[in-house]
């Protein structure tokens, strides 16, 4: 099994930022399409931001210009830098396969709260 941490969360102002990183077991990451997921209370979990192996990246609408999905150095590190933050952003963020197909097992997340 790979193991998926994710961390970096907290609690943090309307316009603020966070950057959170994610971290495999295994130096994989850079044989799959990776993505950033988030899931708020009472909803369903979404896809929030993808980059392929050539770092070709994509986001949600809700994210698109605030948020930037990035590969670390190192094979088994992926970031989510996350700006202007509002309190819609308020959710757990998980790391995981981009495409959503035979995903590894998700990990417990990072909770994220956007709150004044």
């Known amino acids: 099994q790979v193991q998926l941490v994710e961390s970096g969360g907290g609690l943090v102002q309307p316009g603020g930022s966070l950057r959170l990183s994610c971290a495999a077991s295994a130096n994989i990451f850079s044989s799959y399409v990776m993505g950033w997921y988030r899931q708020a209370p009472g909803k369903e979990r979404e896809l929030v931001a993808t980059?392929?192996?050539?770092?070709?990246?994509n986001y949600a609408d809700s994210v698109k210009g605030r948020f930037t999905i990035s590969r670390g150095k190192a094979e088994n590190t992926l970031y989510l830098e996350m700006n202007s933050l509002k309190p819609r952003d308020t959710a757990v963020y998980y790391c995981?396969?981009?495409?959503?197909?035979?995903?590894?097992?998700w990990g417990q997340g990072t909770q994220v709260t956007v709150s004044s």
């Open positions: 980059i392929t192996s050539g770092g070709i990246t």
């Open positions: 995981n396969k981009g495409r959503n197909s035979d995903p590894w097992t």
